[in-house]
């Protein structure tokens, strides 16, 4: 059974800073692109930040760019959000997910893995 599986999340002040993390198991996902979504109540799912299966190329959203950084580790199958200067309007449940398809692929719809999601809460 193929899983991802998010964790890392919380609840942080304005300015503060997270880690959050995607290990997958039941299938190598050492060749896919991976991306980190994000969903705010009321909102519909979109784009934060993806990594090419080298880790050598990634591409962010405006809204976070310069902000939060991703990562991988091929070894442990495991993908990175390392999230600073945190802002109320980051809080959402954060998703990563898993696709064969370009690196420059934000839409929801391009990733067939997902995982459960992780809340990230940041209080004003």
């Known amino acids: 059974q193929v899983q991802l599986v998010e964790s890392g999340g919380g609840l942080v002040q304005a300015g503060g800073s997270l880690r959050l993390s995607c290990a997958a198991s039941g299938r190598t996902f050492k060749s896919y692109t991976k991306g980190w979504f994000r969903q705010a109540p009321g909102k519909e799912r979109e784009f934060v930040a993806s990594?090419?299966?080298?880790?050598?190329?990634?591409y962010y959203a405006d809204s976070v760019k310069g902000r939060f950084t991703i990562s991988r580790d091929n070894a442990e199958n495991t993908v990175y959000l390392q999230m600073n200067s945190l802002k109320p309007e980051d809080t959402a449940v954060y998703y990563c997910?898993?696709?064969?398809?370009?690196?420059?692929?934000?839409?929801?719809?391009?990733?067939?893995?997902w995982g459960h999601g992780t809340q990230v809460t940041v209080s004003s």
């Open positions: 990594i090419n299966w080298s880790g050598t190329n990634t």
């Open positions: 997910a898993a696709t064969m398809g370009s690196t420059y692929a934000n839409y929801a719809s391009s990733y067939p893995y």
